[in-house]
């Protein structure tokens, strides 16, 4: 029988790359589910080429689109909306979801698919930044298992197999530095979205190529790492490695340490997420440690990486401070991409926002919820105020 899986965020960097694992194992996998937010016309490709029982469009605005675009294919039913999101990961036949949505709004459909007991394929770290704590009570509540889809989290994972009763003495996760690795404050002032957008090592999609550039995604990982893999914050040290070929790595007691090694390529972390415990064949590029032969490892610098430091802050309030956190950086980050605010001015807002918006040191659901909608509102409310300025 052949696996069946949802894909929410079909149409990005992580979706795509997913579709193309999936065809090289058709005989492994087979799609059942495809979803995107605005890109009508490449998820009716896709839909066309893999010939999924269902997609969902959650911008409802394309649904009329949508339809049009598969009436030759009464076979594929068409959806739209954030419920009809929440709905399809239910589905009977689906075995794994792939969360591969962008941001805070992956959150509920991920809830969904653990409460449906699908085995979850994670990308969204938004959903354990945000809610890390409910997530993996959730996931332990409807044995629902949770296998990283992130590079590093995948890296963590793969040297803890075997492992099972070692404890882990330190997580070394790696981090390349970003775009701006070797940047000083001055020159910070002045970069823009395009160049945040080069990244030196990964293709990803816009929104974690800026958090990357920024180091959040690095502070983001942080708190991944804690959640999924049961390790205080302190017992987790980021090391910059601009090469991105030791994808991270983990300390035992009697000092030895495991790493998973390979060239930047998602589809690995991906596939090996599809296929545990197995591995399977995959087609591109090898290692090659002779071309590679400089392998590096520096400290951060949360002086100049701000945004670092302020996940480093949320990680010790606790509570809904990594949501506010992740709200703000959200706005920010938009911003940003749209030129109404600049780089540096992103930590200026999410800490900004931090300070405002209202704690809850042990938040619901619904917590959740209401803090992202009001740290949003804050956080716009700066945004606002620095374009003003800037005007
Ligand atoms: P992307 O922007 O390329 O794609 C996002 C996908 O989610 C698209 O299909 C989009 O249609 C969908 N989407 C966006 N907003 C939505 C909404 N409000 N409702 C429904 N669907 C929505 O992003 P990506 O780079 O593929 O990243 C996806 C997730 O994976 C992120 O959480 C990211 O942090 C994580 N991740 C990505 C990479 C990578 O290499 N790209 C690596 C590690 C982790
Ligand atoms: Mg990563």
């Known amino acids: 029988m ?23 194992h058709s005989d492994l996998y087979e799609v059942y589910a495809l ?34 675009l598969l009436t030759d294919r009464p076979d594929i039913k068409v959806y739209a909306g954030k419920e009809a999101l929440k709905q399809i990961v239910e589905a009977e036949p689906i075995n794994m979801v792939l969360a591969a949505m ?17 085995k979850i394929c994670l990308a969204n770290k938004e959903t354990l930044v945000v809610a890390g704590e409910l997530i993996c009570k959730l996931a332990q509540e409807h044995h629902a298992s949770i296998l ?65 550039a920024s180091l959040m995604n690095k502070g983001f990982e942080v708190m991944e790492a804690k959640w999924l893999f049961g390790v205080p914050a302190d017992k987790i040290q980021v090391l910059i490695h601009p090469q991105s070929i030791v994808h991270s790595a983990v300390q035992f007691a009697d000092g030895a340490v495991k790493a998973q090694l390979g060239v930047p ?25 002779f071309t590679a032969h400089c392998l ?36 920010a980050n938009e911003a940003f991409r749209h030129n109404k605010c600049s780089f540096l001015g992103m930590a200026d807002i999410i800490d900004r926002t931090m300070q405002r918006a209202t704690f809850d040191a042990s938040p619901d659901l619904e917590v959740y919820l209401q803090t992202d909608a009001e740290a949003r509102r804050i956080a716009t409310e700066f945004v606002a105020e620095k374009a003003a300025a800037k005007g």
């Open 265 to 289: 390529d998602m589809r690995l972390p991906i596939q090996y997420a599809f296929s545990f415990p197995k591995r399977l064949p995959l087609k591109g590029d090898r290692l090659d440690l």
């Open 102 to 118: 962008v941001g805070f709004a992956g959150l509920e459909p991920t809830i969904a698919a653990i409460k449906a007991r699908k």
């Open 148 to 212: 990283p889809v992130d590079s590093e989290h995948s890296a963590i994972f793969q040297s803890l197999v075997g492992e099972d009763d070692n404890e882990i003495d330190k997580i070394l996760l790696t981090c390349s530095g970003g775009p701006f690795r070797l940047f000083d404050r001055d020159r910070l002032q002045t970069v823009t979205a395009a160049d945040a957008l080069r990244h030196p090592t990964w293709d990803m999609g816009a929104k974690i190529t800026i958090d990357s």
């Open 2 to 24: 052949k696996q069946q899986i949802c894909i929410l965020g079909s149409t990005g960097s992580i979706g795509t790359q997913a579709l193309d694992v999936i065809e090289q």
């Open 296 to 331: 590096e490892f520096f400290e951060p610098d949360t002086e100049k990486f701000r945004c670092l430091a302020l996940a480093y802050e949320a990680i010790n309030r606790g509570g809904n401070m990594p949501c506010i956190l992740n709200a703000a950086n959200e706005v």
């Open 35 to 68: 979803t995107a937010n605005n890109r009508v016309e490449e998820l009716a490709r896709q839909a066309r080429k893999f010939n999924p029982a269902a997609v969902v469009i959650a911008n409802e605005a394309h649904y009329a689109t949508l339809c049009k």
